[in-house]
């Protein structure tokens, strides 16, 4: 953590969920928002329950966005969801870039680019996702994946794209595998980031949020919290459970 940005703590709930669900996991986390002291905390929930956190969230301090969204404004495009819409429903936050979108849907770093400038021109705050997969980190090649994924982005959006924008590094290996990258491995591609985003702008670099993702638990969000490149976490399975994502915020606070 570092004095000069605000933790950000943000859950990535993925397929999960039921409008009854929601509603006392909502409950739960508006109550203990108190405790999140400077932190920020949102959720980023599936594109039809949006209408259900804007109804619960928007007199809270605590925001709300999408998981995914189209590079394209409107027209024949069956099954997406624009940036615009997520905007009419009150998101401040798009995950892009997601490792799931990138390995199963196919997304490479040219649409996750394009994802980022389309959410960035409608105001929204995209979290870019980018991390090594762990055949990739055994082959010596992690910060080559992580530049070749940022680099991708910062072509597209520019270093003042970058600023309206969230990274999250997110180890594939380590995501929903209860296998955490240790603070200090965690640490070390948080600081390549935060270089090669001060390579193209050295303020940007100082005030943007680079979060870590994968296995974030109560348990050891304080340990990789405390490292000074991260500023704070994307939760994908502890989100899920009031008492677990109440108590990472509160680390981050
Ligand atoms: P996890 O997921 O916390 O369940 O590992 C993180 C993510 O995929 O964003």
């Not at 992690?142 to 270093?159: C, M, S, Y």
Request: net charge negative; glycine share 12%.
């Amino acid at each position: 953590m570092n004095p000069y940005r605000t933790p950000l703590v943000a859950g990535n709930w993925k397929l999960n969920g039921s409008l009854a669900a929601n509603a006392a996991l909502l409950a739960e986390i508006v109550k203990g928002a108190p405790s999140f002291g400077r932190a920020q905390a949102a959720v980023c929930v599936p594109f039809p329950y949006l209408a259900q956190v804007q109804a619960a969230l928007a007199a809270t301090p605590i925001a709300w966005g999408a998981q995914n969204v189209s590079d394209q404004a409107s027209g024949a495009f069956t099954g997406e969801v624009s940036c615009d819409m997520l905007r009419e429903f009150g998101c401040r936050y798009v995950i892009v870039g997601h490792s799931e979108r990138r390995a199963i849907y196919g997304e490479g770093d040219g649409a996750v680019a394009a994802k980022a400038k389309a959410a960035i021109a409608a105001g929204l705050c995209p979290i870019v996702c980018v991390g090594e997969t762990l055949a990739e980190r055994e082959s010596g090649v992690t910060a080559d994946v992580v530049r070749r994924q940022l680099a991708a982005v910062i072509d597209a959006v520019g270093a003042q794209g970058i600023a309206k924008s969230v990274i999250a590094y997110e180890p594939v290996w380590a995501i929903g595998t209860g296998k955490t990258a240790t603070p200090d491995q965690a640490q070390e591609v948080h600081a390549l980031i935060r270089t090669q985003v001060a390579d193209a702008d050295a303020g940007v670099a100082r005030g943007v949020q680079v979060l870590y993702g994968g296995s974030v638990k109560a348990g050891n969000a304080r340990d990789l919290f405390a490292q000074s490149d991260i500023d704070g976490g994307l939760i994908g399975g502890a989100s899920l459970v009031a008492a677990d994502f109440l108590a990472i915020c509160a680390a981050a606070s």
